[in-house]
């Protein structure tokens, strides 16, 4: 388990412009000094947000991570719910999920 | 001189970045409560506001997490956050290195506090100045209590920070105002983004209003959790601004708004 790890890169990320943009033009590169997990680095390759969720990195870096990738906020709502439909409960973390995966909790 | 001002606010992020997603008739009310209460702060006459956040991972992380801390620059840069996603432009806010210093100097005789010459606003500072320092004109002291990455610190030292930040204010010649952010019960940034426990929400604000120390100081992070939401561990905001006040207060707006994510609330509370 890296999670500790994994959320550090996104906390990075979220900060700092020039890891965003070597995250852009090589992201194996950005990730190479993180010690993480062959399926939290295809996560965040891919990018699964369902997955990092489910993985328990918290809403607060998730949810900018996914704005830089250009999710919108319904879809990263949406992404969340069917990371869990696919890979089953948040494993870890303080941001596990309460409603149905067909809840629209807010309306979206 | 004294603190002269104390208040709570929430801070979402959905409040800017999704304001035309709300329904106006609960937006409008929320706006202008929120233009009320920059009046009541413009009006106390203030020579530097402390906000009292919970920041969300912009400044702080688990490598080295202070439970509380105190800026000390000259000036901060917000918002971290992509502008266009939290509907805030980004601007430099006037700081005042010397004030904090002599601040931390006074809060460090009963709290631990770490300070930082070196602070970047996110959505829980910038939030709240959209609303109340719409010009930009106000010297800002960003406070920070770890409300995101457990383990947390207790209730109890939240409200010692508190009245650390009274007694510090009191201690220096210049007009102080007090505001803390967060939300009451919420599950932000989740699929249940939008779920409020407005009961909840109600029966703190009422132990807040009254004073209550010993009710506001009741609950455990696990009841938080489980009632209120990761959320929730916000109040420890609301416990501070009321440390620091010491009198009653006035609720002056609540209301849930799923799409902003929380059950926004606007309160003072009097300086006694």
Known sequence: MSLYQLSKFLFQLNRDEDLKLQFKAAPQTALKSYELSEEERQAVLTPDIGLLYVLGVNGQILMHFAAFCGIEWPDYLQRMRDGVKQHGPVRA????????HEDRVAGV | MSLVFSGVCSHAPGITGRSERADPALREPFFAAFGEMRDALQASQPDALIVVAAEHF?????????????????????????????GIAPRKVRGNAG???????????????????????????????????????????????????????????AWAFGEALRRAADAVPERIAVVGTGGISHWPATPDSGMINQAWDRDFLDRWARQDKPAMLSYTDEEIYRDAGQGGFEIRTFV????????????????PIPIFAVGCTLATMEIA
């Open chain 1, 93 to 100: 973390g303080v941001y596990a999920m309460l409603s149905g």
């Open chain 2, 58 to 86: 912009a400044n702080f992380f688990m490598n080295n997490m202070p439970a509380y801390a105190l800026g000390m620059c000259d000036s901060y840069d917000g918002p971290i956050e992509d502008p266009a996603w939290l």
């Open chain 2, 99 to 157: 004030l904090s210093r002599r601040l931390i100097t006074e809060v460090q005789k009963t709290v631990d506090v770490a300070y930082a010459e070196e602070w970047r606003f996110d959505h829980g500072i910038m939030v709240p100045l959209h609303f109340l320092d719409p010009a930009n004109e106000l010297t800002v002291i960003p406070a920070n209590i770890n409300c995101q990455g457990p383990p947390l610190t207790p209730l109890h030292r």
């Open chain 2, 240 to 255: 501070a601004a009321a440390a620091a006040a010491r009198g009653r207060g006035t609720v002056h707006f609540y209301a």
